[in-house]
């Protein structure tokens, strides 16, 4: 069945978790400001950690609370602990620092989400009533870079019909909105999220409804599998492209030495 | 020739874990410094849990971990003010968790601009600070912590409320017997948190002497007329981690985890009382806490030097 079909990722050489892993690394540019960190690190670390070796060394890589252009260590199962045993950074990145880009942005945040919408809003807080809620979140991460970051990744590890709803039940961090000119007549300036990358495929917003679209699949998934396991209808292109795969580079870097203790391996999430 | 003149010397801040906790009483509010579990005064924590002090508001940084959650398992918290509880990787808080589900305390939702800008507010000495970046989500219509308004200039703004805790609690690598503090890693939100707070009470793993600060004063990140009470507290921070020096201990903090589910899962509350009893209300001092928690030996192990 889907499930069954979905899984087989892992033949392929790579899993589903390296993909999205590489699709966001490509998307780093050298004159981007990235700040990564908090409870869901790994995805977003790794993918800066990848961009700058690989693609774009000129990237600033900002740690919350911590280091600017901290070291390139391995990942390790907690986001919070990889480079502060190391002395090597540019420079200590502040508690006041935090809030001066909070309030006046950076080029980049990865968002993930408890939901997402087809507006490309994630809930990180609660299913349910927010007063009587059925789940409660992780809590806040720091939703201002939804309103301030240049530009938002959302990267769901579930893609299923919970994660990917029609509409999210408490807005965290802002998408789209309500689509159309929605976030721009909420006075939100910059341009929001530009891509989600799921366990099964890479999403864009259309340019006029903002509402999602279907951008790649990942290559061993269907378009059966997209429609079964998202909660509203994407809209869909013409042709459908498949996701570039991890090029032989990425692998061995990511393997090698951005995670050799084979936390992508075994992360917990997809369907 | 001259004459010796008698000069009074400097008056050292160093007190007893049992003298700095002495200031802290019911019904106060305090602020516990450190981020997630970095850089947690948490023996200092432990000793306000031993008091059994009561209706305590606690704010930390945007993300806590074993300083509330032990708070509330000891029922010393009223109200909180943080954004997250938790201990990443290795599981939720399980006591934050209970309490928030079942309504028990108020806990009170911020993120970075919220509760930094509260702080800003405190250092600045405004009643509140003009924030921008969380307009459009719906944390600011569940939040206590922040309001729209329409500045004088006709800005739509959102304005959060000072926080002044009563007392800093933080947690450092060195000082000097003066509370002159010294960091050898990130400071994260500690600095903002300690300039908002009324006093500061600051445990350190490290006693080093003024001669060695005065001789590098860019070192010292609070600077000792700021502060109140120095603690000399060797892995003060254990079982959370102290930057440069030593990493959190994932195995004891695991099982706090697991005390604390069992015993809110099962009814049975022995694992968790067990926990607090052995931990928190029986050693006698820092070095009776540390051969509870594997001896020196065990600490050894934490630390991991590039």
């Known amino acids: ?271 | 020739m001259p004459t010796e003149i008698a000069q009074p010397t400097r008056r050292s801040k160093l007190v007893s874990v049992e003298e700095a906790v002495k200031v802290i009483h019911d019904d106060m509010y305090i602020a516990i410094a450190g981020h997630l579990f970095s850089n947690k005064p948490s023996h200092l924590v432990r000793q306000i849990a031993k008091k059994r002090v009561k209706n305590l508001t606690v704010s930390t940084s945007p993300y806590a971990s074993y300083d509330i959650d032990l708070l509330i398992g000891a029922g010393c918290i009223k109200k909180t003010i943080c954004g997250n509880v938790g201990f990443e990787y290795m599981g939720l808080a399980p006591n934050y968790r209970n309490v928030c589900q079942k309504g028990l305390i108020e806990a009170a939702l911020g993120d970075e601009a919220t509760i930094i800008g509260a702080y800003m507010a405190s250092v600045e000495g405004i009643p509140y600070h003009p924030i921008t970046s969380i307009r459009g989500s719906d944390v600011l219509k569940m939040t206590t912590l922040a309001k729209e308004y329409i500045g004088p200039y006709g800005d739509k703004l959102i304005a959060v409320k000072a926080l002044s805790p009563e007392i800093c609690i933080i947690h450092a690598q060195e000082s000097d017997e003066y509370g002159n503090i010294r960091f050898k890693g990130p400071i994260y939100f500690d600095i903002i948190m300690a300039k908002a707070s009324k006093k500061i009470i600051v445990s350190v793993d490290e006693l080093v002497s003024n001669q060695k600060v005065r001789s590098e004063p860019w070192r010292t990140s609070i600077p000792g007329f700021k502060v109140d009470m120095v603690v000399h507290l060797p892995y003060g921070a254990h079982p959370c981690l102290s930057t440069g020096l030593y990493d959190h201990d994932e195995e004891h903090i695991k099982d706090y985890i697991n005390r604390g589910r069992q015993s809110l899962s099962g009814g049975n509350t022995s694992p968790y009382q067990e926990y607090l009893r052995k931990y928190v209300d029986e050693p006698v001092d820092i070095y009776d806490y540390i051969e509870r928690a594997g001896g020196f030996k065990h600490m050894q192990t934490l630390r991991r030097l590039p």
Not at chain 1, 49 to 75: E, H, S
Not at chain 1, 85 to 101: H, N
Not at chain 1, 222 to 234: A, S
């Open chain 1, 1 to 271: 069945m889907t499930t069954q079909q979905v899984r087989k990722d892992s033949d392929k050489g790579y899993t589903w978790a390296e993909q999205m892993v590489v699709v966001l690394a490509r998307e780093l540019r050298s004159d981007d400001v990235v700040i990564v960190g908090g409870a869901r690190h790994d995805i977003p670390f790794g993918a800066a950690m990848l961009a700058k070796m690989l693609y774009v060394p000129d990237m600033t890589l900002l740690t919350t609370g911590q280091f600017v252009n901290p070291p390139m260590l391995p990942l390790e199962y907690s986001g919070h602990t990889t480079v502060l045993f190391s002395k090597e950074a540019d420079a200590l990145f502040g508690g006041y620092e935090v809030f001066e880009i909070s309030e006046t942005g950076l080029s980049v945040f990865f968002y993930g989400g408890l939901q997402i919408d087809k507006y490309g809003n994630s809930n990180m807080h609660f299913i349910g009533d927010p007063k009587n809620p059925t789940v409660r979140g992780p809590g806040l991460v720091n939703i201002s870079f939804s309103v301030t970051a240049g530009r938002t990744y959302l990267f769901p590890v579930w893609h299923n019909k919970r994660t990917f709803v029609d509409k999210v039940d408490f807005v965290s961090a802002v998408g789209h909105l309500q689509g159309g000119d929605s976030r721009k007549n909420a006075g939100i300036e910059t341009g929001g999220p530009v891509l989600c990358v799921s366990p099964l495929g890479v999403f864009d917003f259309e340019e006029k409804t903002k509402h999602m679209r279907v951008k790649s699949i990942h290559e061993w998934v269907t378009r059966e599998d997209i429609i079964e396991n998202t909660g509203f209808e994407p809209r869909w292109p013409k042709k459908v492209a498949v996701t570039k795969p991890p090029t032989k580079d990425e692998l061995e870097l990511l393997h090698t030495r951005i995670d050799p203790h084979g936390i992508f391996k075994g992360l917990s999430g997809r369907l």
